[in-house]
């Protein structure tokens, strides 16, 4: 197989969250995380999970990656019920989640040694090409400790595309950066993003970066956790997040999350 | 080369410091000998050849002891980690295991290693097992609990990375939880290496074995000849070989280590 015709396969999925419900216990008390949470997102579709922290929107993304299951309904990607962890959705972790005990390049290695199908001079083509188009083609032998902490996001990006997901699930990953780096990094998210279209549900708690990334903002609200709003984000890309537009879309959506933050408070 | 000269420059001022108290004579020669007489014990119980009428008797001795010293200590040291791996790894799973065995290991881990010679004694006689069973038992609770802690240690986030990327059960022990706990494992190795290592030589001291006289038989007999010399010699020799199983068997992975996960220096 070429890497082009790999490159090709796998077109991006179709997912289908549908009345899901999660519920913690912490510290005796019982705490809804989720609550009947529906929603459907397109092929390439590029979607933020927007809200405050404890709004369960990092439960969801879990809970679509297969890493815990969910008390009630279900979640299907191209009408296929999911069960358990699979290649075709890919997670980027907040921290990176890198191996510190591989280099980059052993890091990337990793996912696509596990995928069949694929010879070994093959699966080290793969992983060239992501590290180009991540920006590292130099950094392959680096050790993860000599990478800065947006190098080290653009690995775990790499290493989160190679085994060539269907769905990429990103969980606040450049929450951790400073603010140089983040605008990079949106600069070149798009970018990749355009050239592999992969679906990407996108978890943060800034307002303008989920503007700036997504073709759709969820708005979150906390205790239950449930969707409140949603926005169809039309603004033409590359979007750069210091536009007046995206400022102006950023704003509106941040007075209607601060009304249900007052709206939670007075329930409580 | 700044720090090999510094070195070799600390451990000859030491012999000349050594030196000087054995001229000074304020002891008997018989209780301090000099370097020279420890070296010419060395000589005589590795390569000379002795003369034409007279060869020597002791010639490739020390080796002889230093191998089957070895052999002792390498082959329970490997039983130790064979079995201390896999039980530290369950420990560190289930509760069950860290209440009863994880206690057990804790306990016997702090019981001096030499206390376990006269129980071996008693069950498997003067023999070659009694050596080997010490030595295991040194080694064993030390990996044990390194294990266990540095299984406890991984981040979960390793684990759940590599389950997204379709790893499984024994591939993420292998590849994920083992190398994750790696900087304890070695530590735990280390330590594990020490005390085998002493309590090995506080056996052959301790008990003769006619299957094989070891480093440790060569000090006791140093004792009963009142031949400070062969004492001094051998303790010297036991010093060398400690600093270069360093060396040799740990320094190459806290290299790695330190390396890759960019600790100290």
Same mark, same amino acid.
């Given at each position: ?268 | ?8 420059? +600390?451990?000859?001022?030491?012999? /000349?410091?050594?030196?000087? #108290? @054995?001229?000074?004579?304020? =002891? %008997?020669? &018989? !209780? ?91 069950? +498997?006689?003067?023999?070659?097992? /009694?050596?080997?069973?010490? #030595? @295991?038992?040194?080694?064993? =609770? %030390?990996? &044990? !609990? ?120």
């Amino acid at each position: 197989m070429t890497l082009q015709q790999e490159l090709a396969v796998s077109p991006s999925a179709k997912l289908a969250v549908k009345g899901v419900s999660k519920a913690f216990r912490t510290g005796g008390e019982l705490v809804q995380a989720l609550d009947r949470v529906t929603l459907n997102v397109n092929e390439g579709e590029f979607v933020c999970l927007v809200g405050p922290s404890g709004c369960g929107k990092s439960t969801l993304l879990n809970i679509i990656a297969g890493l815990e299951s969910p008390d009630e309904g279900t979640v299907q990607t191209d009408g296929v019920p999911i069960r358990g962890p699979g290649r075709d959705r890919m997670v980027m972790f907040q921290d990176a989640a890198l191996f510190p005990w591989l280099d980059v390049f052993s890091n990337v290695m990793f996912g696509l040694k596990l995928k069949p199908g694929l010879s070994n001079s093959e699966r080290e083509e793969v992983a060239r090409y992501y590290l180009k188009l991540v920006g590292l083609d130099s950094f392959h032998r680096a050790n993860l400790h000599e990478l800065s902490g947006g190098m080290k996001q653009r690995a775990a990006l790499a290493r989160a595309m190679a085994p060539n997901p269907r769905i990429l699930l990103m969980d606040e990953p450049f929450a951790a950066l400073d603010a140089l780096t983040r605008e990079q990094l949106y600069g070149d998210l798009q970018r990749i993003w355009q050239e592999r279209r992969k679906t990407i549900i996108f978890v943060t708690h800034n307002v303008r970066e989920a503007v700036c990334l997504g073709d759709r903002v969820v708005l979150f609200s906390t205790h239950p956790g449930r969707i409140r709003e949603e926005f169809k984000i039309a603004l033409p890309r590359p979007r750069d997040i210091n536009s007046v537009d995206l400022a102006e879309h950023a704003t509106e959506i941040m007075q209607s999350l601060k009304g249900h933050l007052r709206e939670s408070e007075v329930h409580e | 080369m700044k720090r090999v000269l510094t070195a070799v420059i +600390f451990f000859a001022v030491l012999l /000349a410091a050594w030196q000087i #108290v @054995v001229a000074a004579r304020i =002891w %008997s020669p &018989v !209780l301090l000998p000099g370097p020279a007489s420890v070296g010419r014990f060395l000589w005589a119980y590795t390569f000379s050849p002795g003369t034409d009428e007279v060869p020597n008797p002791n010639r490739w001795q020390l080796f002889f002891a230093i191998g089957i010293t070895m052999k002792r200590l390498g082959l329970g040291y490997l039983i130790g980690l064979a079995a201390g791996l896999p039980l530290g790894m369950i420990t560190a799973r289930f509760r069950w295991a860290q209440d009863t065995l994880g206690v057990l290991a804790l306990g016997l881990q702090g019981l001096p290693s030499v206390c376990w010679v006269p129980l071996s004694l008693l069950w +498997f006689g003067q023999s070659e097992t /009694a050596m080997l069973f010490v #030595v @295991v038992m040194g080694t064993l =609770w %030390s990996v &044990v !609990l390194a294990t266990e802690s540095g299984v406890r240690n991984v981040n979960p986030i390793y684990v759940r990375a590599a389950r997204t990327m379709g790893s499984r059960w024994l591939h993420t022990w292998l590849k994920v939880i083992m190398p994750a706990s790696l900087p304890f494992i070695v530590s735990g190795m280390k330590q594990g290496w020490a005390f085998a290592w002493r309590s090995l030589m506080a056996a052959e001291i301790f008990v003769t074995i006619l299957t094989g006289f070891g480093l440790g038989q060569l000090l006791h007999y140093g004792r009963e000849l009142n031949a400070m010399d062969q004492v001094i010699g051998v303790m010297v020799v036991i010093v060398f070989i400690g600093l270069l199983a360093d060396k040799v068997l740990f320094s190459p992975w806290e290299r790695f280590m330190h390396r890759r996960w960019g600790t100290s220096k």
